[in-house]
């Protein structure tokens, strides 16, 4: 390890320690306990997740009050916009993916309150960049990247009408058919076009792979796989329902169906190598493969000339497919 590295860690653990003290000797005790619990669970130097109990700590500030739920998500996002260090920004990430999956609603609610005035980039790390040595410029793709994912995860969960990751959603996904069969079509486009957005930003991947050999990143990519799986599985019911429909649907519809599934194969190189053939779900890919020729045949059938170019592209891309 370098000298400026081995350097950044002490001073980095010493500036810990610093913000510990200080934040104790707050005036200010309530916010102080808060703001030292996410400290701990975000520490500078190591290359590990935050242990268990540490998160555990994070999440049960949103079991008592508003207040402490507002002091823990504006604590948390402080320390992510105000460090410079890649290791640290993926450790907060970590941190509200948790929060994310296992946190309890007020603290859920209090995220999302966040991200509603932010805006659709709301953890503003699109242009973060750790310029300390080459592995850290790496690392710095992979914050990019794990943003983008847990920002898209909270775009998914207000489309769908609840957490992606709750309880709630892993008992009931790919089980609420007849709320599937019930829906419109343009709200289950739209769902697709949401969840599609997810699979591309997981198939979005910084292309150093081999970081994956330390244990944050390692985890940070085991927990998106288990996003992606619940993913898959409401692409899965909601295309299976549109095809099932596909004559009732209008030109535009069938237009808008066919680019979400084009998009979604698309990303399909970048998933497979991310999670070296685990969440294959091939049933899936090839339910997409025959609904893409059969809305092919469809528009083939029934376009005018305002589609031809798109259906002659498409037709090409299932016969290069196939």
């Known amino acids: 390890m370098g000298y400026r590295k081995n350097l950044r860690i002490v001073c980095g653990r010493l500036k810990d320690k610093g913000s510990l003290i200080k934040t104790v000797l707050s005036s200010k005790p309530h916010k102080s306990a808060v703001r030292c619990v996410i400290l701990r669970a975000t520490t500078h130097g190591s290359?590990?997740?935050?242990?268990?109990?540490?998160?555990?700590?994070?999440?049960?500030?949103?079991?008592?009050?508003?207040?402490?739920?507002?002091?823990?998500?504006?604590?948390?996002?402080?320390?992510?916009?105000?460090?410079?260090?890649?290791?640290?920004?993926?450790?907060?990430?970590?941190?509200?993916?948790?929060?994310?999956?296992?946190?309890?609603?007020?603290?859920?609610?209090?995220?999302?309150?966040?991200?509603?005035?932010?805006?659709?980039?709301?953890l503003k790390l699109l242009t973060f960049r750790d310029d300390l040595d080459p592995e850290t410029r790496e690392m710095s793709k992979w914050v990019r990247w794990y943003a983008a994912i847990l920002e898209q995860n909270l775009v998914v969960s207000k489309v769908l009408g609840c957490h992606l990751y709750s309880k709630r959603a892993k008992n009931v996904i790919g089980k609420e058919k007849d709320n599937i069969s019930s829906s419109l079509n343009p709200d289950l486009l739209n769902d697709i076009d949401a969840l599609v957005e997810f699979a591309c930003q997981v198939g979005d991947l910084p292309d150093s792979l081999h970081l994956q050999r330390k244990s944050l990143v390692y985890e940070i990519v085991r927990s998106v796989g288990e996003d992606y799986r619940l993913v898959q599985r409401e692409i899965g019911t909601r295309v299976a329902e549109l095809e099932a429909r596909m004559m009732s649907l209008s030109s535009s519809e069938w237009t808008q169906f066919l680019n979400s599934l084009t998009k979604f194969e698309d990303c399909k190189e970048g998933i497979s190598l991310l999670f070296r053939n685990r969440n294959r779900n091939d049933e899936l890919w090839d339910l997409v493969k025959e609904t893409m020729a059969k809305l092919v045949a469809v528009m083939k059938d029934r376009g005018n000339d305002g589609k031809r170019k798109l259906v002659v592209r498409l037709l090409q891309r299932t016969s290069r497919a196939s």
């Open 47 to 122: 290359s590990s997740p935050p242990s268990n109990h540490r998160i555990a700590a994070v999440i049960s500030l949103g079991l008592e009050s508003k207040t402490e739920a507002c002091s823990c998500i504006q604590a948390l996002m402080d320390r992510l916009h105000s460090t410079s260090d890649a290791l640290v920004a993926l450790k907060c990430l970590y941190t509200i993916h948790n929060i994310i999956g296992k946190g309890f609603f007020i603290l859920k609610d209090q995220l999302s309150m966040y991200e509603y005035f932010g805006g659709r980039n709301f």
